[in-house]
């Protein structure tokens, strides 16, 4: 298998583009890891303790400020309140907890069906209204949730009866279900276990997953049991999970490999390829979209269009992909994967270095040299991510870039408050809907960027109501075009939604944005 990686350095440096485009690191980069990569066979087998790796600890237990991200804390919001639905790698909806969640009108209103006699880990109901309580707390900017904007596409709810749920949009979403699986509506929590406060569910989290907790150690282990009132017996088949956080790459893979580990949630594509080439068991969510860098427009320097063009202009991702991912990832030089029915060959940006420097220089004339930070976690990979974009800048003149370290328990409050210049966050999805129009749109309420374009809304819009998918392509290509000029953000790689595991764990099974799911898995003995 041919890698980039085997390349030697200077030759690569001298050689950069020409050896990249044709070696690997863009989106038809046949040697990336597999989708997936069987573990054992056969039935699953009951019993044991399953020891998870995680990429952060969480700041709380409440559902709602819980990532449904992979690398955050997916797993552990699936563990404690399970799902009300998952999807497959087609993005084909399936219900769990829910029974159906279903529009007449294009989307205008959903009637959620959930499965008759659910109960939380304490006996009580999930019911009807346990749902509106949750969903309707999410839209509460003061509960702190990164997913108020898409709570806040519901104008209303309304309990019908005890396993029904009135959902009527401020705006018609036809595709709705997608921004519930993909973030913590998805998950339930006992209303009155919530109404206590935070102090008294973190140290007693009530929800209807196949888990409950055991003990919490701050900063070191999540300690589980399972759920005897799960509703899917006999799952969840372990009886026993354990997951903590590792932030280094390196440390997380050795873990794992060195059998400290049975699984390990994987955002980095050294890890991933790592794995495939070692025969682990893995698996990959095909994502659109991906990382990107945020550039701030509601201040100085990024409020100028030319400082972001020049930002964008001057960074060559092929020696990103090299210095971050030793060429493993993925870059996305579209926005839409190639096996995406929306892909159109229509370039995100290119590198031109002398455009760069001209508009550093045309900015500093005008007295607004191009100073910023950027905020990068606390992990081994975004600060390579950080250095390296300082690096590769440090190569122009007018432009000074400060790498700035901030915890995951920060995210709630940057993304409210955009107290920051260039931050790194995403979107990657299956389905454009809701994550291009929450990440974009003029009026949603989770725009890093800030950038403001009616015509990239008006795309946006169209995108969400229209149903034919040829009407969909052609809003999605507008919105490529104004991506492209109007430079909101920079696009790093795709997302590295995976899942690594020792070759006797079975059950590896992820949805949305690659979420895992714990009840699946399974250790042959």
């Not at 990107?292 to 100028?304: G, Q």
């Not at 374009?453 to 490529?480: F, I, M, N, P």
Request: proline share 5%.
């Amino acid at each position: 298998m041919i890698r980039v990686k085997r390349l030697l350095v200077a030759a690569v440096v001298s050689s950069m583009a020409l050896v990249l485009g044709a070696c690997g690191g863009g989106d038809d980069d046949t040697s990336s890891p597999s989708s997936s990569s069987a573990g054992p066979t056969g039935q699953p087998v009951p019993g044991g303790e399953g020891r998870i790796l995680m990429l952060s600890d969480p700041r709380s237990l409440d559902p709602a400020t819980l990532s449904n991200s992979a690398p955050i804390t997916a797993v552990l919001g699936n563990a404690l309140y399970g799902t009300l639905m998952v999807g497959d790698k087609a993005g084909k909806i399936s219900y769990t907890m829910a029974e159906s969640f279903e529009t007449t009108d294009q989307g205008k209103t959903f009637t959620l069906k959930l499965r008759p006699d659910l109960v939380f880990s304490d006996g009580t109901p999930l019911d009807a209204e346990a749902v509106k309580f949750n969903w309707d707390r999410t839209k509460d900017p003061a509960v702190g949730s990164s997913y108020v904007a898409e709570a806040s596409m519901m104008q209303s709810t309304e309990v019908v009866d005890e396993t029904t749920l009135k959902v009527t949009m401020a705006k018609p979403v036809s595709a709705y279900a997608q921004a519930i699986l993909t973030s913590s509506m998805n998950w339930i929590g006992s209303p009155a276990a919530l109404q206590k406060g935070q102090a008294s569910f973190d140290e007693n989290p009530i929800g209807a997953g196949p888990f409950t907790l055991d003990n919490w150690t701050r900063q070191a282990d999540i300690r589980l049991v399972k759920n005897s009132r799960y509703w899917d017996a006999p799952k969840p088949y372990l009886d026993r999970l354990t997951i903590r956080t590792s932030l280094d790459t390196t440390q997380r893979y050795n873990t794992l490999v060195s059998g400290g580990a049975d699984v390990a949630i994987e955002a980095d594509w050294v890890n991933l390829d790592k794995a495939t080439e070692a025969g682990l068991t893995s698996d990959l969510m095909p994502l659109s979209g991906g990382n990107f860098l945020a550039l701030n427009s509601r201040r100085a320097p990024f409020n100028d269009i030319r400082a972001r063009q020049a930002l964008s202009a001057a960074l060559d991702m092929e020696a990103f992909n090299l210095a971050v991912y030793n060429g493993t990832a993925q870059v996305p030089e579209k926005l839409f994967a190639e096996s995406s029915p929306f892909y159109a060959d229509i370039p995100l940006r290119k590198t031109d270095r002398a455009l760069a420097q001209r508009l550093f220089d045309e900015l500093a004339a005008e007295g607004k040299p191009v100073t910023f930070a950027f905020s990068a976690f606390p992990t081994s990979q975004n600060r390579a991510m950080a250095e390296n974009v300082q690096a590769q800048l440090s190569s122009f003149e007018n432009v000074r870039v400060e790498v700035k370290i901030v915890d995951f328990s920060q995210v709630a409050a940057l993304r409210t408050t955009f107290d920051f210049d260039a931050l790194v966050s995403s979107a990657f999805f299956q389905d454009p809907e809701p994550r291009l129009w929450t990440a974009f749109h003029q009026d949603s309420l989770a725009i890093l960027s800030g950038v403001k374009d009616q015509e990239l809304s008006d795309a946006l819009d169209a995108g969400r109501v229209e149903t034919s998918e040829a009407a969909r392509k052609a809003a999605y290509e507008t919105v490529q075009e104004r991506l492209s000029e109007l430079t909101p953000v920079i696009f790093l790689t795709r997302a590295a939604a995976g899942v690594i595991a020792n070759e006797d764990v079975g059950g590896v099974r992820q949805y949305g944005a690659g979420s895992l799911q714990p009840e699946e898995l399974w250790i042959k003995k």
